[in-house]
């Protein structure tokens, strides 16, 4: 299970609380599960640029 953010400049950490008291849970890419990767990677990349 993966402990740190992948995100550029994120500096969150496993364990650490949100902005409304929860753990932070980090997952690992779905590398098997081509269709929710390309909604995990492709999609985000995608609307920031249409923005």
Not at 19 to 43: C, G, M, T, V
């Amino acid at each position: 299970m993966p402990k740190y953010c992948a995100a550029a400049a994120c500096c969150n950490r496993s364990g650490q609380l949100s902005a409304d008291n929860r753990k932070l849970s980090f997952y690992p890419f779905p590398l098997q599960d081509k269709e929710r990767l390309h909604k995990w990677i492709i999609l985000p990349f995608i609307s920031k640029h249409l923005v």
